[in-house]
């Protein structure tokens, strides 16, 4: 049987997000049928398949869903739910001054800490934001944090460039 990507990426849109169980039923498709549709509308860039693991299984949303993940939460371990948490609330942090266990936490929950480097006076530095914050925040996160480095006596402003880092590789 030939299910419409269409069809899935509609019904997916009506919720938060899924797993391919979620579905299985709706479209009486097997696991492998289902996750190939899924694994096609991620290609296509229409959905997003989450790091956060359910039941082994990633999560799929739609773009436009994204501030709906923060509901994944409940599946990542303590430590994460912890960096989870601090990033939220301080939106920006510097990758240096975390301790390891929140150094590594970070490049694990990469559906909520997306990395930047940002370079000053020739040093680039790695910064993480939260997922959600708004690039007013991000700008006021990294400038509180150069000024209270003991290095840092000033920042030019603008900065002088801000871009995503390259894909952190996670080592196993």
Excluded: C
């Excluded at 509609?10 to 289902?34: C, G, H």
């Excluded at 590594?104 to 006076?121: C, F, G, H, M, Q």
Aim: charged share 25%; net charge positive; proline share 6%.
């Amino acid at each position: 049987m030939m299910i419409q990507k269409e069809h899935v990426l509609e019904a997916v849109k009506m919720r938060d997000y899924v797993v391919p169980s979620d579905l299985i039923r709706q479209f009486n498709v097997n696991t492998f049928i289902i996750g190939a549709v899924l694994s096609d509308l991620v290609n296509d860039k229409k959905l997003i398949a989450t790091s956060v693991k359910i039941g082994g299984s990633p999560a799929y949303y739609a773009p436009e869903k994204k501030e709906n993940i923060q509901q994944l939460v409940k599946y990542l371990n303590e430590k994460d739910k912890t960096t989870f948490a601090l990033l939220q609330n301080k939106k920006v942090l510097l990758d240096t001054e975390q301790t390891p266990l929140v150094r590594v936490s970070l490049r694990t929950i990469k559906d909520y800490a997306k990395p930047i480097e940002v370079t000053v006076n020739n040093e680039t530095k790695l910064f993480w934001k939260w997922y959600l914050a708004s690039d007013q925040e991000v700008q006021d996160g990294i400038r509180v944090s150069l000024l209270s480095s003991p290095q840092q006596k000033e920042i030019p402003a603008p900065l002088q460039t801000m871009q995503p880092a390259p894909a952190v590789v996670q080592q196993s």
